[in-house]
């Protein structure tokens, strides 16, 4: 029987959400029924909200929740109802040319739920990132339910199934960043933190925060940041290799992706060092570095799709880290809300107030 839920919808361009009502379907062949206990507001959910990603109005915004599996449909062998879950917005089919050869992170044919979502009057919704889970319940692909311990807070937990996973993975599984290595990370909100806490965790002995506000600067300490640069009033790239001995660091990451940020990490990198770019840009952004700067320097220049994750690899190991008091998920959470405060939660990330609002159902 179909479920009549409450749920966040981006109904047009630009236009603030609203929380309406909306028809959630049992799970099919291969699907699951989640019942969302958390949902982390996202700058992806904002982008969708205002036309940045595509224009498939309206959207059923959110997809960084955790939640308990409420039932399942035809197939679905690995999660029973009642099971504790993290949703991914990318679960590896396991048959395209990426999985194939060995790099399910990569996967060009990622699962999704095949029945879709609705208003009730049966418009369909395009559900975020394959999510959309600012809502009571969702329905996704079996694969994009990725089990966890339960002793977890899902306000917590649930940041995991993007921002988290996106920063932390840039610098653990696209940096490799190793014991005794030197890091900047340039951006220091939700997604550049995680950079910082995995940098950290993974044994880097020198994690440079690069912000240009000093009370992000100050909150990336928290997380593992050895030394932090203001770089509104001072050359990053300067402080950078004068904290590294004159050379720069072997792995920079860009958690803000805009022109000027690449470029200050492609050149803060030590020679033959690596180059994160993990921050999302606008589509009209273009980038101007000589070409010989780019053969002299050496290195490799990586984008970071996700973390280059594999969310049923690295879920577990994210969360076992933070029920050990490894990594601080709690510090993330700037605040809870309810689903009525989306929009406001919109705001205050525009401001650059918090790390991230939660909502909590």
């Known amino acids: 029987m179909p479920h009549e839920v409450r749920a966040v919808v981006a109904a047009k361009r630009g236009a603030p959400v609203e929380v309406q009502t909306i028809i ?52 679905v062998a690995d999660l029973t109802p009642g099971d ?28 999704n739920a095949a029945q879709p979502m609705t208003l009730l009057d049966g418009t369909a919704l395009s559900p975020a990132l394959g999510i959309g889970a600012f809502a009571e319940k969702t329905l996704v692909a079996a694969g994009q339910a990725v089990k966890v311990s339960p002793a977890a807070r899902p306000e917590a937990a649930g940041l995991i199934g993007c921002g988290v996973m996106a920063g932390y993975g840039a610098a653990v599984n696209t940096g490799n960043v190793g014991r005794g290595d030197t890091v900047a990370v340039i951006g220091c909100g939700g997604v550049g933190n995680a950079a910082i806490a995995g940098a950290a965790l993974a044994g880097a002995r020198r994690v440079i925060a690069v912000d240009i506000d000093d009370a992000k600067l100050d909150g990336a300490t928290r997380f593992g940041a050895t030394h932090t640069v203001n770089s509104l009033g001072t050359d990053a790239i300067e402080a950078v290799r004068g904290l590294t001995g004159g050379f720069g660091v072997d792995v920079a990451i860009d958690a803000v992706g805009r022109p000027e940020t690449y470029r200050q990490a492609f050149y803060m990198r030590d020679h033959a ?55 601080d998920l709690g510090a993330f959470v700037s605040e809870t809300i309810a689903l009525d405060d989306v929009e406001e939660a919109f705001a205050k990330m525009r401001r650059g107030e918090v790390l991230r609002s939660v909502a909590v159902l």
């Open 24 to 75: 959630v379907p049992d799970p099919g062949p291969g699907e699951v029924l989640v019942a969302v206990q958390a949902c982390g507001v996202c700058h992806t959910d904002l982008h969708y909200r205002d036309g940045a990603i595509n224009d498939d109005f309206p959207f059923l915004l959110g997809h960084e929740a955790a939640g308990i599996v409420e039932a399942v449909g035809e197939g």
């Open 84 to 111: 504790y879950v993290v949703l991914a917005w990318r679960a590896p089919c396991g048959d395209c040319r990426s999985c194939r050869r060995g790099r399910p992170w990569y996967c060009f044919d990622s699962r």
């Open 273 to 327: 060092g690596i180059l994160v770019q993990v921050g999302v840009p606008e589509p009209d952004m273009m980038l101007d570095i000589p070409l010989i700067d780019l053969f002299s320097r050496g290195g490799a220049l990586k984008s970071s799709w996700y973390g280059d994750c594999l969310p049923s690899r690295d879920f577990p190991i994210l969360i076992d880290q933070y029920l050990s008091r490894k990594l």
